[in-house]
């Protein structure tokens, strides 16, 4: 519910709604859902990497969380 608010008042580039979508893609990974939790991790990445740049530490931490 939280990224589907931010979404739409924040818009997708908005780093509340990249942080959300990592919050929601930890919690889909210790609930046991490794798919919807990737999808999401590599969302949230995708969108660090346009906003913050390859050289953020939240991208940096997106990247190991898809990796991994």
Not at 1 to 11: C, E, F, H, K, T
Not at 21 to 44: K, M, Y
Request: proline share 3%.
């Amino acid at each position: 519910a939280a990224l589907q608010i931010d979404r739409q008042a924040l818009g997708e580039g908005h780093p509340q709604v990249i942080a959300d979508l990592n919050n929601l893609a930890v919690v889909e990974r210790e609930a046991g859902d490794a798919d919807a939790a990737r999808e999401h991790f590599r969302e949230a990445l995708g969108r660090s990497q346009q906003v913050f740049g390859e050289d953020h530490p939240l991208t940096a931490q997106l990247r190991r969380s898809v990796e991994g």
